[in-house]
Nanobody, 125 residues
C-alpha cells in the first residue's frame, strides 16, 4: 500500500519559517516525481512546487519563488518543503503527491497518482 505522510505544519507568524516533510512508503521512490500542493479555505487546490526524480530539477509557482525550496532525499524516501518569509496568503492545507514519472513536467493537480492527507499551515499577521 502506497502511503504519503506529511508533517511539519503548524501556526507561525508572518515572516517565519516552517519545514514540511513528506515520507513515502510502498513505492519505488526513485521512479516518482513528487509535488507539494496547497488548498486554502474556499479556494481550489493549486500546485506549489514539484521535484523530478531523474535529475532533482524543480519548479515553483511564482508566488513562492525565492521563499520556498523543495528538496528530496531518495535514501530516506522523503521530500521536504522549506518555507521561509511566510505570508498570511500562504495559509492552507499542504499536500504532497506522487506521480509515476521521473520529471516534474507532469506534475499537476489532476495528474498525480497518490496523495497524502495533508498538513495545515497557518500564518498569522
Amino acid at each position: 500500500e502506497v502511503q504519503l505522510v506529511e508533517s511539519g505544519g503548524g501556526l507561525v507568524q508572518a515572516g517565519g519559517s516552517l519545514r514540511l516533510s513528506c515520507a513515502a512508503s510502498g513505492l519505488t521512490f526513485d521512479d516518482y516525481a513528487i509535488g507539494w500542493f496547497r488548498q486554502a479555505p474556499g479556494k481550489e487546490r493549486e500546485g506549489v512546487s514539484c521535484t523530478s526524480s531523474s535529475d532533482a530539477s524543480t519548479v515553483y509557482i511564482d508566488s513562492v519563488k525565492g521563499r520556498f525550496t523543495i528538496s528530496r532525499d531518495n535514501a530516506k524516501n522523503t521530500v521536504y518543503l522549506q518555507m521561509n518569509s511566510l505570508k498570511p496568503g500562504d495559509t492552507a492545507i499542504y499536500y504532497c503527491a506522487a506521480i509515476l514519472r521521473r520529471t516534474w513536467v507532469f506534475c499537476s493537480t489532476g495528474a498525480m497518482d497518490y496523495w497524502g492527507k495533508g498538513t495545515p499551515v497557518t500564518v498569522s499577521s
